[in-house]
């Protein structure tokens, strides 16, 4: 029971434009959201979060929109820059469990120059 | 600040053997995750450590194991390891904080190959 779904594997966007990155979870007690940016040999790195308090987290280039009721997040990176090319990773925490993240498969961003 | 740090990162063992893994986490963080990532089931939870005592465990078998010193250092132990085992285990770290965001900043990961 996969309870985060990242369903893109892969995503090719063009140096500039907007790159938008999908997830979907199933447990409705889920309730802090995070991203995470990860390259081959590292470990992943944190890139946004938000609370299930909000609807909306900007900081920079990166805002991840959450939208409850469809139990859909998504992060948006404007203007992708190849830098950025890297696995992305959805991950998901329920109350009292912060240290218990489920994570999503991960989507590949190329972003080409 | 340093990071949080895993050693070794890179090991090779054969079946049947057994691996201990370090993770020491950043100053003053008191709770440690641990994740195994493989190509095939992504990252998964092992287990999270939080003044010493197992807080959280995820759904892998029992040699799979992990410990945590006073000073919030934290080992995991595979034991009869199998070629399954071959993955990134990665730790994390986080303040614990009662309120608010509560990131887990990641290692490098320990990459294990069973033979």
């Known amino acids: 029971d996969q309870q985060v779904k990242q369903n893109s594997p892969s995503l090719s966007v063009q140096e500039g434009r907007i790159s938008i990155l999908n997830c979907d979870y199933t447990?409705?007690?889920?309730?802090?959201f995070l991203w995470y940016k990860k390259y081959p040999a590292e470990g992943p790195t944190f890139l946004i979060s938000i609370s299930s308090i909000k609807d909306k987290n900007e900081d920079g280039r990166f805002t991840v929109f959450l939208n409850k009721s469809a139990k859909h997040l998504s992060l948006h990176i404007v203007p992708s820059q190849p830098g950025d090319s890297a696995v992305y990773f959805c991950a998901a925490s329920a109350r009292g469990n912060t240290g218990k993240l489920i994570f999503g498969q991960g989507t590949t961003l190329q972003v080409k120059p | 600040k340093a990071g949080v740090t895993q050693t070794p990162r890179y090991l090779i063992k054969t079946r049947g053997q057994q691996v201990t893994l370090s993770c020491s986490p950043i100053s003053g963080h008191r709770s440690v995750s641990w994740y195994q990532q493989t190509p095939g089931q992504g990252l998964q939870f092992l287990f999270e450590y939080f003044s010493e005592t197992q807080r959280n465990k995820g759904n892998f078998p029992g040699r799979f194991s992990g410990r945590q010193f006073s000073n919030s250092r934290s080992e995991m132990n595979v034991s009869t390891l199998e070629l399954g085992d071959s993955a990134l285990y990665l730790c994390?770290?986080?303040?614990?904080?009662?309120?608010?965001?509560?990131?887990?900043?990641f290692g490098a990961g320990s990459r294990l190959t069973v033979l």
């Open positions: 994390a770290s986080s303040p614990d904080r009662r309120s608010g965001a509560n990131v887990l900043t």
């Open positions: 447990n409705s007690m889920f309730d802090y």
